[in-house]
């Protein structure tokens, strides 16, 4: 029998929510949302399917989308775009893989900010790329610009940026983002900016673009996601954002992994992209979820580090009197307590944090509740 690459990981996400299922428990690990999607849209979404096409749309996307991509994101954030810049995915996840695919290849090396989505490393190394980790510490989870600058090397071809940040849930501020941009230039690097949390902002969090930095605009590749600005994280319709030529070459490597996208899902996406009152309510329903599930974890003896944007709570197991690590605690919640939560220390390549774990608020508040009292019975065991 031929050698299977039997290395590859099984993400923490999927290990989680296996375990949720198996044991019956609540899952507050996996980052899906059980409520606030616009019901028009999924009604259009419905009309489509009857009405719209079913067959292979071009690899690129629909041309509806690509051009309401560029007029969203030039609404939002200024950028001067047409839909020769946008490049249609499934899913974000896809968008990162192709761009990776098309600018790494054996002997380079990628930075990769962590923790880090448990994706781009496993992409980059099986693009034949090298990662090079900057590691940021709670509780500021700042950025050092002494250990950015010492992971670029002559072999540095892309800095991968998750912002706003997943797991932490917190914002680069701007003097972070100068910092990558001083280096992306001197260097001349191209910086892959995961941006899918974009508009999941909590409490009037201003998010800055990466590509509306000086200079930044010929070295971004932008990734959105429709399933995250909607809350429709099954629909799986990303894109990428990048200079024309640019998103030329990645479209090649798009072609060879999905292809293409449901085109009854991205005209749907479409329409969405044009109703910017969309917005503002599903922020304040997650702001107020994050806050129900915050003032519970307070009164339960847990220590929570504050959160800007996406749907994420870090909770500090240390400073909570659990003497855990968490991948133990996180094993022990889900099969005693019958709540799932996900460890952090698998977002780091080495020298983890190992004493946080991160919990989805972006749930009803009967399932956030549920989750509650079983964290405070898994506290009660592990303390």
Not at 97 to 110: M, Q, S, T
Not at 112 to 125: H, M
Not at 263 to 272: E, I, K, R, S, Y
Not at 368 to 373: F, N, Q, S, V
Request: hydrophobic residues 45%.
């Amino acid at each position: 029998m031929n050698q299977l690459y039997t290395d590859m990981p099984l993400s923490i996400f999927e290990r989680m929510s296996m375990a949720a299922v198996r044991h019956g428990a609540v899952n507050l690990g996996q980052g899906f949302p059980d409520f606030g999607w616009p019901e028009p849209l999924v009604e259009e979404a419905a009309r489509l399917l009857r009405d719209g096409s079913n067959q292979y749309p071009p690899s690129r996307g629909l041309r509806v989308l690509r051009e309401a991509v560029a007029a969203h994101y030039e609404a939002c954030h200024g950028l001067s775009l047409t839909a020769d810049h946008v490049l249609v995915t499934s899913g974000a996840t896809e968008a990162i893989a192709a761009a990776i695919l098309a600018v790494i290849g054996p002997g380079d090396e990628a930075v990769v900010i962590a923790p880090a989505y448990d994706a781009y490393a496993p992409l980059v190394r099986r693009a034949g790329g090298a990662v090079r980790e900057v590691a940021l510490r709670p509780p500021e989870w700042r950025l050092d610009e002494a250990a950015l600058l010492a992971a670029v090397t002559d072999r540095t071809r892309l800095i991968i940026l998750n912002n706003p940040h997943n797991p932490t849930g917190r914002l680069f501020s701007r003097p972070e983002l100068d910092m990558i941009a001083a280096v992306a230039r001197d260097r001349e690097l191209l910086v892959l900016s995961d941006e899918v949390w974009e508009h999941v902002l909590l409490d009037g969090a201003a998010f800055t673009s990466f590509a509306t930095l000086p200079g930044m605009s010929e070295r971004t590749l932008k990734c959105g996601s429709a399933g995250k600005i909607f809350s429709l994280t099954g629909w799986k319709v990303g894109w990428l954002v990048a200079p024309p030529a640019l998103a030329a070459v990645i479209a090649k490597a798009h072609q060879f992994l999905t292809f293409a996208t449901p085109p009854n899902l991205q005209a749907a996406v479409a329409v969405g992209l044009g109703h910017g009152e969309w917005l503002a309510p599903m922020r304040g329903a997650f702001t107020r979820a994050r806050n129900r599930l915050v003032g519970g974890l307070g009164q339960a003896g847990y220590a929570v580090l504050p959160t800007q944007a996406t749907y994420f709570q870090c909770v500090d197991l240390q400073r909570s009197e659990i003497e855990m690590d968490d991948v133990t605690f996180a094993r022990l919640a889900v099969e005693q307590a019958g709540v799932a939560v996900i460890p952090l220390s698998p977002f780091f390549e080495t020298d983890p944090v190992t004493t946080m774990v991160r919990l989805c608020f972006a749930k009803q508040d009967p399932t956030i509740d549920a989750g509650l009292e079983a964290l405070a019975k898994a506290r009660q065991l592990a303390c």
